[in-house]
């Protein structure tokens, strides 16, 4: 139990549906990640949430929506998604300092949701 | 962050140690080296990180060369259950860091 919760665990939608990936951490961070691993690929930063400010974004198509309401809650909206979509979505959080200097280097990483688009 | 060379795979006896390398040749002055790994299908799990001195904790020992362009990772006596993927990664202590895996050791341990 890495203190960082995801649901769900399993995901399988359609191109035409829309969709929520859930991440919850309880571990008092301040700073959150979505990144995607593909098949045999390494894993990619896909956006990060810094005192609920997004401050990445990594090129990532729109179809993609982040939301973070707090700082202990991390979304990942879906919509009109593409069969090379299909990945494991991990969410991960860290503490960061008042500055924004990392404190805690370490990352902590929930168990992830696995995507399939038909 | 500095670029990490790591071998794709490598296989160890269980209940022997395991020694995972790992190049991080254009390190500068401030960054960390840290080590995570990722059981098949979990997210990545951190594991140990260093700057200069020889780090040890209840999971493993990190070991880095003088010029530290170089470190090795060690699991004292490997179980099956430390199969995963092992990541090296160097980044900085200041400021936001974006941290990049790349594609890691598979290390296989063996009956």
């Known amino acids: 139990e890495t203190g960082v919760t995801q649901t769900p665990r399993h995901l399988v939608m359609g191109m035409t549906n829309k969709k929520s990936l859930k991440c919850e951490q309880h571990l008092g961070h301040n700073a959150m990640y979505w990144y995607k691993q593909s098949a045999k690929k390494p894993l990619e930063l896909m956006f990060v949430y810094n005192f609920k400010e997004q401050t990445e974004n990594n090129s990532v198509p729109s179809r993609f929506s982040p939301e973070c309401p707090n700082s202990s809650h991390l979304f990942l909206h879906l919509h009109t998604l593409q069969p090379e979509d299909s990945a494991l979505y991990l969410c991960?959080?860290?503490?960061?300092?008042?500055?924004?200097?990392?404190?805690?280097?370490?990352?902590?990483f929930g168990s992830g949701t696995q995507l399939s688009v038909l | 962050d500095a670029k990490t060379t790591q071998p794709p795979s490598m296989d160890c006896a269980e209940g022997r140690a395991a020694n995972l390398p790992c190049n991080h040749s254009t390190i500068s002055g401030n960054e960390y080296v840290y080590w995570y790994r990722q059981i098949h299908s979990q997210g990545p799990q951190y594991i140990i990180h260093g700057l200069k001195n020889n780090e040890t904790n209840e999971m493993a020992s990190l070991i880095i060369t003088e010029d530290r362009k170089s470190s090795t990772l060690i699991l004292p006596h490997a179980t099956l259950r430390d199969t995963a993927v092992y990541y090296c990664?160097?980044?900085?202590?200041?400021?936001?860091?974006?941290?990049?895996f790349g594609t890691g050791t598979k290390l296989q341990v063996i009956p």
């Open positions: 991960a959080s860290s503490q960061l300092t008042g500055t924004g200097t990392l404190i805690n280097e370490k990352l902590f």
């Open positions: 990664i160097v980044r900085g202590s200041g400021g936001y860091q974006k941290v990049t």
